[in-house]
């Protein structure tokens, strides 16, 4: 069974860089079947794809966010981060990272984690 | 970017009631439409994919159809456990896109 974990500072200030990592188990994100998502949700609101990376490197983000955004690999290690800079209040939100096949769609998620943009 | 405009936004329904919630599309994107259910607190589970594949292990109470911009997920008989949020997603070209989401309340 394929597991994420999302991980990092739940508090972040305004203009700084929010950094998340995402740790999967049961399963290797060097397999090729896949691209490792981040997606996030605005409080009360729905969710904005943020981007996506696959095992080779490649990356895909929203044009919304790709001035700001870096998505990154960490085999060894099994994880995935997310970077997004200068961050403001409207970067607040709950950051999912999730599994994406061309297949299968989003199929297996992370339980969120919240970030709070905030001096 | 493909806009997901989803209808209501609310319902208000009582237990074993058939339930249906439409997505429409900004242009067409053939079958690569998918649904995905979230509980209060919780992340989003995937229903349904391409508009009328059940994925592994979700109840036949769910179905989609749909084509081209206009999609449809129903839920029959109405269940407790199905107050959620439910959310259109289109695969169909970057960058991915979901709808607005419509809020399910069990009466």
């Known amino acids: 069974q394929v597991q994420l974990q999302e991980s990092g500072p739940g508090l972040v200030k305004p203009s700084q860089t929010l950094s998340l990592t995402c740790t999967v188990s049961g399963g290797s994100i060097s397999s090729g079947d896949y691209y490792w998502s981040w997606i996030r949700q605005l409080p009360g609101k729905g969710l904005e794809w943020i981007g996506y990376i696959y095992y080779s490197g490649s990356t895909y983000y929203n044009p919304s966010l790709k001035s700001r955004v870096t998505i990154s690999l960490d085999t060894s290690k099994n994880q995935f981060s997310l970077k997004l800079s200068s961050v403001t209040a409207a970067d607040t939100a709950v950051y999912y990272c999730?599994?994406?096949?061309?297949?299968?769609?989003?199929?297996?998620w992370g339980q969120g984690t919240l970030v709070t943009v905030s001096p | 970017e493909i806009v997901l405009t989803q209808s209501p936004d609310f319902q208000s329904v009582t237990p074993k009631e058939k339930v249906t919630i439409t997505c429409r599309a900004s242009q067409s994107i053939g079958s690569t439409l998918h649904w995905y259910q979230q509980k209060p607190d919780q992340s989003p589970k995937l229903l349904i994919k391409f508009a009328s594949q059940s994925f592994s292990g979700v109840t036949s109470r769910f179905s989609g159809s749909g084509s081209g911009t206009d999609f449809t997920l129903t839920i029959n008989s109405l269940e407790a456990e199905d107050a959620a949020t439910y959310y259109c997603?289109?695969?169909?070209?970057?960058?991915?896109?979901f709808g607005g989401g419509t809020k399910l309340e069990i009466k």
């Open positions: 997603h289109q695969s169909n070209s970057l960058p991915l896109t």
């Open positions: 999730a599994r994406y096949g061309s297949t299968t769609n989003f199929d297996y």
